[in-house]
């Protein structure tokens, strides 16, 4: 049975007015499962308005009472995980297990973002001269937009609009239209913790509710994340509008094993940073660099049976592996560029085309595919395959590994495998990466760190939750104060001083 998705404004479900739909399918059987209002310029414009409206008494609340709000959200999470990875697994297709682990990362940064009252602390500096006083403090932006991906549907809207509303700002998400069901879910759960009307608002639909965003004159902030040519362009369209924007992209994550890593945990570390949620995960590692041939063919020998081993299956599956791709276009491009690879002379040691399950014939599996001798000319190296896909390429020495993962365009996540802390060492120095894991295969940062990529990865300067998200999310205002026991007698002309 097919349901209708619609937009969350002002704390109530709204009917779309743009009489534009789309469907959103269930990934496992490739049927529909929901038809999706998409709305139009107008109705972000309403929802803008009713965020604006409410954010002025939000903006101005005590910031532990905000706290107190986001400590109901974190319970909420906690009781009701089960049911809101069913209505993300329906849509997105991941294993139940790696949803709970998403909304896991999601209760993480609710939980720093509880810490507001001291997060957003401000400086003060007393008697700085003259009898003055001088301080600073953080306040809101205002309504900020947060456009978000397939692949996330509950972790990304929450790591950026978590943030923005414990700094006081209201949120309209505009979350990917494939599986928008856990999305709304997250804006009835704020209202349930007491979150005030307006607050959290949910728009979907397409480009033209992205650039209503994107244009809006009541909207000063956006953060993206999703593939690089939409981050590149919402980075240049948000700027152009005097907006401040963070844009968090695609990605081809390299992982080094140095001849003296203990190959059995570096093979375990690649099967699941290479195949979980199908390699559709902007940390997954997709290119396997072995250093030195001896290490490439003791490391391909261990890998191959263990990704030909990966079953395939629906989301409540226990035993499933790996995911359907999220849309049949998914599929066909990655079994096309799996193609492309072999047309290129890359050597296709384990091929997931083909990928039949009884009862999902029509889903969009594509099962674990590796490939050994991968050139750097290659497609398959070159872009970002977002599918079950792992190259490997075994450069002759560790210079020539630092030299090729630093020639990538994109520069998102990095692993190293190694027992030489030196090794290691010089190698966080050497990479021009944002996140970089030592012997840790999916480097995700805790929700007190800042998360971000590097190169063509990221657009903007902040990055996403951490202390980062408080100066991304807010302005700030400096105060210089004397009281008239500290002024002087008689007017100043020349520039002030400190004397
Ligand atoms: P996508 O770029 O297709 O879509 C992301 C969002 O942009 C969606 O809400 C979508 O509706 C909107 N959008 C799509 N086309 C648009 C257009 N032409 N104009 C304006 N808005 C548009 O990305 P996706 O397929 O949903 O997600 C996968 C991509 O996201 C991968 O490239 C992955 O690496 C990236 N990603 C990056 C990070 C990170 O933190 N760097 C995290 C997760 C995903």
Redesign the pocket.
Known sequence: MTQTLTHFIGGQYVDGESGRFGDVFNPATGEVSGKLAYASTAEVDKAVQNAKAAQEAWGAMASPKRAAVIFRMRELMVQKREALAEAMCKEHGKTRPDALGEIQRGIDVIEFAAGIPHLIKGEFNPNVGGGIDLYSIREPLGVVGG??????PVM?PLWMGVMAIACGNAYVN?????DPSAPNMLAEMWKEAGLPDGVWNVVH???EA??ALLHHPDVPAIS????????E??YHEGCAHNKRVQA????KNHMVIMPDADLDQAVDALVGAGYGSAG????AISVAVPVGKETSERLVEKLAPKVQGLKIGPWNDPDADINPL?TRQAKERVEGLIQRGVDEGASLLVDGRGAALQGYENGYFVGGTLFDQVKTDMEIYKT?I?GPVLSVMAPSTYEDAVDMINAHEYG?GVAIFTRDGDAARSFTAAVDIGMIGVNVPIPVPMAFHN???AKR??FGDTQ?HGPESIRFFTKMKTVSSRWPSGIKEGHQLAFPTND
Not at 174 to 178: A, H, T, W
């Open positions: 456009v978000t991906p397939f692949n996330f990304i505009k979350p990917s239209e494939r639909g397409d480009k992205v650039d993206f994340v999703g593939s690089t040519g939409v981050g362009y919402i968090f992209c695609g990605a559709e995960r902007c940390m999220i970002e977002f998102n998360f971000g990529g990865s990221k996403m």
